[in-house]
């Protein structure tokens, strides 16, 4: 029992570290681009941004004003977009293509600087996400009833009185947001530690393995996987920066990875978030699974078509 105890003291030990490394890597991120998104918002340069992709918008099935929904997600977290959303006066129909939008791309910055730092290509990563919000919500708005919901009911938007008042609202935010990084990550890093040390990770990637072989993944890609539908790709970076730095996954096997949670991640919290204004969770899981495994077996057939060539 001792040297179970000792062994799991040491494993945290050495978790700590590397999650104080990586906790300092996503607040040097995340901090400056909600300050400065906070700002935009304040002065309404990103309502006026939005004003322009009214066209674009119209052909998903969406009204211009939902356009500042989707350019927020991009920016920030999906508590960002969703609060904006209370205050539009759309009906569930509308919301559930949004939503859609916004699990596909939001936090696109910080989530894209955590693909690259596992391998994948930023520019290729940030992309995808964007097109294939697009396409589908394009592929929704044909499939989707007329009716599916009651709307939302309509709250006053947030107004701030003065920029000070903005930027302390955005302090607390941020403290928060520190909090809950911290306890996070740390715990994500002590966990696979030591599941890593008792040899557990092992059992994991068999029991997930006919699971991976569907999605067209590896079995070492399990535990990754399995990290990025509950906690996300920035609470999950540090599990996967980890992995990957210590050849835990190929590099090939972490790309195709990527490509998949790119699209579908976070089924947990995320979905739970637009699932509680009254969103159908069917049409905004299966599209994201279902489009990640097709994502997936295309670049499989690419890259194996490239391999006979050269």
Known sequence: MNKILNQITTSSKNAIPKSLKTIWWLLKIILPISLIVSILQYLGVIAYIAGYLTPVFSIIGLPGESAIVFISSIFLTLYAPIAILATLSLDMREITILALMCLISHNLFVETAVQKKTGSSAFIMFTLRIVTSFVSAFVLNLLLPKEIGPNIKIE???????????????????????????????????????????????????????????????????????????????????????????????????????????????????????????????????PRIILAVIIVRFVKIVSTKKAIHQ
């Open 156 to 286: 006053k938007a947030i107004e701030f009185a003065n920029i000070y008042e903005m930027l302390l609202f955005w302090l607390k935010g941020a403290g928060y947001l520190i909090l809950k990084i911290s306890i996070i990550v740390t715990g994500l890093m002590i966990l696979q530690n030591i599941l890593k040390d008792f040899k557990i990770l092992d059992h994991i990637a068999k029991i997930f393995s006919p699971i991976m072989k569907i999605m067209g993944l590896s079995p070492d890609s399990s535990f990754l996987w399995f990290i990025a539908q509950i906690v996300g790709l920035t609470y999950g970076s540090i599990v996967m920066i980890d992995a990957v730095n210590n050849h835990d996954i190929s590099p090939k096997n972490a790309d195709l990875l990527n490509y998949h949670i790119a699209i579908n991640h976070s089924m947990l919290e995320d979905t739970l978030l637009f699932v509680a204004i009254g969103v159908p969770a069917v049409w905004i899981m299966t």
